[in-house]
């Protein structure tokens, strides 16, 4: 059996410029989807699937995140007053218990494999998963995490997410190369960021979910700038795939780029057509506009 899965690391020292001027004193990941935030979202998904150990890898400006993790105690005492008893157990659902959130500095824009390097000393000598807040995962059954954990536990090694996409679209992502599948596992064989249409060697492309083993900090430590200047998680990964088994797994459900304008605005409407409470005025309204 595997090691345990205990800590995930969230990736959310960007700077979110596609989203100015929202995000000039917010930031991005604050930003809500329906009625909850991005960074509650991707953290419901962690906790539903066990984590226990949240890493928050953030910057400057990411003061927020941290607070809407925390207590308020003027907030809850009002609500208390007030008989506000559902938005009480609401705040109370989304708050960590004590020590089980953490919070690091990604001192520079050095990109993603950075910004998992900096959560080496917290994580440890332990795999662990690592989740971008960008990206939100509406699943029917199983969150996309959760469904990771499925894969991890029988086959080990380390598992990506992966999605679909037309051949024209592989020019935007990081594509994985695989052998014959097992269902909805893939055996990883190879990567390629960014391929040219033509040449991509799938049309998988890597989600935005990772787990890793904790062997990938010893080749971010010593690996140099990739594209764009920045330190690539992927390059690091493709070292990892020499020694140990990477798999990719086609999750169940429907990923939304939130990084993007539409995105954005498809994952809000796609959340609040899932709620009971909110579907019908919705669907009234989306008829209204069209």
């Given amino acids: 059996m595997p090691a345990r899965i205990r800590k995930a690391v969230f990736p959310v020292a960007g700077l979110g410029t596609r989203f100015l001027p929202a995000t000039k004193a917010m930031p991005k990941e604050m930003l809500t989807v329906v009625d909850r935030p991005l960074i509650q979202h991707v953290v419901d998904e962690a906790r539903e699937a066990g984590i226990e150990h949240l890493i928050f890898v953030t910057g400057?400006?990411?003061?927020?995140?941290?607070?809407?993790?925390?207590?308020?105690?003027?907030?809850?005492?009002?609500?208390?007053?007030?008989?506000?008893?559902?938005?009480?157990?609401?705040?109370?659902?989304?708050?960590?218990?004590?020590?089980?959130?953490?919070?690091?500095?990604?001192?520079?824009?050095?990109?993603?494999?950075?910004a998992v390097w900096c959560a080496r000393e917290i994580v440890g000598n332990e795999p662990f998963a690592v989740i971008l807040p960008d990206v939100l995962v509406q699943a029917p059954g199983k969150g996309c995490l959760a469904?990771?954990?499925?894969?991890?536990?029988?086959?080990?090694?380390?598992?990506?997410?992966?999605?679909?996409?037309?051949?024209?679209?592989?020019?935007?992502?990081?594509?994985?190369?695989?052998?014959?599948?097992?269902?909805?596992?893939f055996p990883v064989t190879g990567m390629v960021e960014k391929p040219e249409p033509g040449t991509a060697p799938s049309n998988l492309t890597i989600l935005g979910r990772y787990i890793l083993q904790p062997e990938i900090f010893g080749l971010l430590s010593e690996q140099g700038t990739g594209s764009g200047g920045e330190i690539q998680l992927t390059d690091s990964m493709l070292t990892l795939l020499k020694t140990q088994p990477f798999y990719a797994v086609e999750y169940e459900g429907r990923a939304f780029d939130c990084g993007s304008k539409s995105g954005f605005l498809a994952a809000n409407i796609a959340y609040a057509l899932e709620r009971p409470d909110l579907r019908d005025a919705v669907v009234a309204e989306i008829k209204t506009l069209l």
């Fill in 60 to 114: 400057r400006n990411k003061g927020a995140i941290e607070d809407h993790f925390d207590r308020q105690p003027e907030l809850e005492e009002t609500l208390a007053a007030r008989g506000k008893t559902d938005a009480l157990e609401i705040l109370a659902d989304c708050l960590p218990d004590a020590g089980e959130a953490s919070f690091v500095r990604q001192q520079a824009p050095l990109g993603l494999g950075h």
């Fill in 147 to 185: 469904q990771m954990l499925d894969v991890y536990n029988k086959h080990g090694g380390n598992i990506l997410a992966v999605e679909p996409v037309p051949e024209d679209q592989t020019k935007n992502y990081g594509v994985v190369a695989t052998a014959e599948a097992e269902g909805n596992v």
